[in-house]
């Protein structure tokens, strides 16, 4: 009796935390939606840059339009991301810091979210400098976020895990953006301008991942490690070491090298789709504000269902089978958008992606979870972080040049063709059993 009692609290003990992981997806996600997906870009074209576009004379470049300084802003941010996520995952992994380091970027992330309700017409720098910190601080989070899934879930359960952690976020970004609707659609009954509406739902976003995160705080745990307390310069100097010594040991790690490359091509486009949907709805095609809006609502409640519908088929056909199903879906959606002209087609190009998107994210990164050592899931997840963020760096920069030389964003949706496609011939040479093999032998080696 007291060997069942005591199994029954471990459960609820586990369940507790995988909660608190879960929670802050249902947090963050509110950036991803409201921000990045949603209401910034269209507020960047409408409102904050002028018609005439930003010149930057010391440059010699005239005439910037949003779409373009947008995608400037987001490959510099991710950039940073590039740069510094590898070493900070390495400096986590050798103190047991995941958890403080989520915190430290969930706020910095947060706080520059709340900022944006002060953007206003004109005020282009501010508006990229925080969405740039937002952004930035956005993507740093995930890395120690995602690297708690090797700790929290069995290997036979982390597609269905990662896939609820997905829902949550879907259903999560969903609600807060529901309640932003409302606000925007009708915001003369609480005797505010259109524009304001936009700038308060841009504000509540720092206060929504801020707040629910302190869930994910309270409940998530991270195990200990047993050494004594390093000074800030050791550390650094530690996390050199590791990812010099990581770095050395990768090279025999020919499967996960394989799937990072494919991952990279791509990743390129979902990041790109999912970052210029509502900018080149807005600018390109002339949607107005509910169309757009109303359309990225349905995807995370549709979200919410596509992202375990993908978890449960992962176990049956494995997640390297679904991820390359997810990338001919994302192929037809974007050779879809390249001929789309009326409202309608923008809603039911929305419903495919909802049902594609979670899928083809969380099977990425529990694919990746599976075939990394747990001994230093941070480090290796700041590696993912790079390979996601090279990657994030070109999408958007291409899509902006495109839409500068052509004055089309038509042309910027379909190049990505060649993203979805490129990524997953390489896919498909991924070998799972081998990449076990080699994450056992590496996990050895780390101990």
């Not at 459960?11 to 963050?28: C, E, F, I, Q, S």
């Not at 490359?261 to 807005?282: H, K, L, P, R």
């Amino acid at each position: 009796m007291n060997v069942t009692a005591a199994a029954t609290r471990t459960r609820t003990a586990h369940d507790r935390v995988l909660h608190g992981w879960y929670m802050y997806d249902w947090a963050n996600s509110a950036f991803a939606v409201t921000i990045l997906s949603a209401l910034f870009g269209p507020y960047l074209d409408k409102v904050v840059v002028p018609d005439a576009g930003v010149s930057i004379p010391l440059l010699g470049i005239s005439a910037l339009s949003a779409t373009s300084l947008y995608g400037y802003a987001l490959g510099l941010s991710a950039l940073l991301v590039l740069l510094t996520s590898p070493i900070l995952g390495a400096i986590a992994d050798s103190t047991s810091a995941k958890k403080s380091f989520l915190m430290f970027f969930c706020y910095l992330g947060s706080t520059a979210s709340l900022l944006m309700f002060f953007v206003g017409e004109g005020d282009v720098t501010m508006a990229l400098l925080l969405f740039m910190v937002a952004n930035f601080s956005f993507v740093s989070a995930n890395v120690f976020y995602d690297a708690f899934l090797p700790h929290i879930a069995a290997p036979e359960m982390q597609d269905v895990v990662s896939g609820k952690g997905y829902a949550y976020g879907y259903a999560g970004g969903g609600i807060l953006f529901t309640l932003q609707l409302l606000l925007v659609q009708f915001h003369d009954l609480i005797g505010v301008s259109e524009v304001m509406a936009v700038r308060m739902a841009l504000g509540s976003v720092g206060l929504w991942w801020g707040g629910f995160s302190l869930i994910t705080f309270q409940r998530l745990t991270e195990p200990r490690l047993e050494q004594p307390r390093q000074k800030a310069t050791a550390l650094v100097v530690d996390g050199f070491r590791r990812i010099a010594m990581t770095m050395r040991k990768v090279r025999s790690l020919r499967q996960m090298g394989t799937f990072l490359i494919a991952f990279m091509i791509y990743n390129d486009g979902i990041q790109t789709v999912i970052a210029m949907a509502t900018i080149y709805g807005s600018e390109e095609l002339g949607f107005d504000t509910l169309t757009l809006m109303g359309a990225l609502l349905m995807i995370q409640f549709v979200g919410v269902v596509g992202a375990q519908i993908f978890g449960m088929l992962a176990r049956r056909f494995g997640s390297k089978n679904m991820v390359i199903v997810s990338l001919v879906i994302w192929t037809g959606v974007v050779i879809y958008a390249y001929f789309m002209t009326e409202p309608m087609e923008f809603w039911i190009l929305g419903a495919v992606v909802g049902l594609v998107l979670g899928g083809s994210q969380a099977l990425s990164r529990s694919l990746y979870s599976r075939i990394i050592p747990p001994a230093a899931s941070a480090e290796f997840f700041g590696f993912f972080s790079v390979f996601e963020k090279f990657s994030a760096i070109w999408g958007p920069i291409v899509f902006a040049l495109i839409r500068q030389l052509t004055g089309s964003a038509r042309l910027s949706i379909l190049s990505l063709v060649a993203f979805f496609f490129v990524g997953l011939i390489v896919l498909t040479f991924v070998r799972m059993k081998d990449a076990e093999a080699e994450r056992d032998i590496l996990e050895e080696s780390l101990r």
